[in-house]
């Protein structure tokens, strides 16, 4: 796929679409010779049976988002639209049925479309392709914090059976 970026990082291959970011408000430096530019806010949903979630956002997206964990407060998380699946099958190039899982935090912008999934565990990475199309194709009614559309981060375990 092109505006794809693999990367190898602590033995695990993640892949992230590369994209422009829509700027909103929070400042970050890129180096000495760079002005000061505003960076994108995303609101990250925070349960306590989540932590380890959570920590994986902070982790992969507190570089080049401005991470803010929210618990309620006029939060309301996003809501996967209707029609929307997840696959319970792939196969390999071969025809060879595959078994798996693979976990991906993700950032859902404020007009409900899925950018930048991170692959952050992946017991076969011949599912990562999988995983990635059936991501492509998701629409979300995005988050809102009182009232208005914003950006917010989640995460989406797949588990394929042969």
């Given at each position: 796929m092109k505006?794809?970026v ?13 994209g422009l970011?829509?700027v ?18 995303v609101?990250?949903h ?5 932590a380890?979630?959570?920590?994986l ?13 929210i ?9 996967v639209?209707e029609g ?11 025809g ?7 976990l ?5 912008t ?7 999934p ?11 392709p ?12 995005p988050?809102?914090?009182?009232g ?6 989640a995460?989406?375990?797949f588990?394929?059976k042969?």
């Amino acid at each position: 796929m092109k505006n794809q970026v693999r990367i190898q990082v602590l033995g695990l291959v993640i892949l992230a679409f590369v994209g422009l970011v829509r700027v909103e408000s929070g400042e970050c430096a890129d180096s000495a010779k760079q002005p000061r530019r505003q960076q994108q806010i995303v609101y990250n949903h925070t349960t306590a049976e989540g932590a380890h979630v959570d920590a994986l956002v902070h982790k992969f997206y507190q570089t080049n988002f401005k991470i803010v964990d929210i618990n309620g407060k006029g939060f309301v998380p996003a809501k996967v639209s209707e029609g929307t699946t997840l696959p319970d099958k792939s196969t390999a190039d071969n025809g060879q049925e595959l078994a798996g899982s693979v976990l991906v935090v993700y950032l859902i912008t404020d007009q409900g479309r899925v950018i930048y999934p991170i692959m952050v565990e992946s017991t076969d990475e011949r599912l990562n392709p999988t995983t990635l199309r059936t991501m492509e194709a998701w629409r979300f009614r995005p988050a809102t914090l009182t009232g208005k559309a914003v950006w917010s981060a989640a995460a989406q375990e797949f588990i394929f059976k042969k």
